[in-house]
């Protein structure tokens, strides 16, 4: 059972240096949707959700009336049909000028490709334009996320049964992804885990889902290899298949994505 929404929309003063805590996450609504999401993002500003598929191969834009309110969200119409094959990752440029992909298995042996396209309008993802490519033969299948200086990029890998779950950690230059050169990787234990996962813009916490619980991680600056676990939640009397988490870039607010038959979002304050 979803908890009754309380009057509480906001805690804080929006500061991220006293957000990301999982002391006290406190429901406060959610965004039904009606199709199968493989990851999602906000805006900096919390004015659009944006949203990938793999069944349908749209990344879908929607308006939050009411900033970083998921419940508020309405479908501006504006979809990119990708035409990829598995799209399960998606991240924009801070600036809303560039939008990338991540496309996954697209030789049936696990390879992978991130693409970059430019947004003629920014934050508008019908105005996308092919611009650049990354392929690699393998290793990871979600949630490319770049350091907010545009020269790091984290994408993690949910792995086969058995095998550890692993973030890893490649060197870019300018928000370039045909720059990208593998740095390192960490591997956070079994089962896998889900999309997406979210980065502080300090680069100093890591927050994704694994086992049923929303785990959170302190890890030093540039480096994934230092990640510790520090934090975990349970929202289990609230979903039954909890996937992925996304944090909004002023700490305030947790999303969290339960696929199974509900395909729901739902939002918490921090």
Known sequence: MIPALPSLLHRGSGSSVSKWSLNNPIFIGQLNTTFDIHDYTI?????????????????????LLTPHIISTATDTGRIFNNGLLRPRGLTFKPD??????????????????????????PWMVDTAVYANLFGAPGGYSMSPRFKSDGNTLYAGYVGIVGAPARIYQHSTSGWDVSTILQQSFANFGTPSMGSPITFKLDDTRIMFVRSGNVRLYSMTPGDITSAVEIQSFNPSNEMSLLVGVHVSDNGDYMYLYEGDTLRTIYQYAL
């Not at 805006?43 to 308006?63: A, C, F, H, I, M």
């Not at 939008?99 to 003629?120: C, F, H, K, P, S």
């Open 43 to 63: 805006s900096p500003d919390g004015v659009y959700l944006y949203t990938t598929s793999e069944n349908d191969k749209t990344t879908r834009q929607y308006q």
């Open 96 to 121: 809303g000028t560039v939008m990338y992909i991540l496309d996954y298995n697209t030789d049936g042996n696990g390879a992978v490709r991130i693409y970059q396209y430019n947004l003629t309008t």
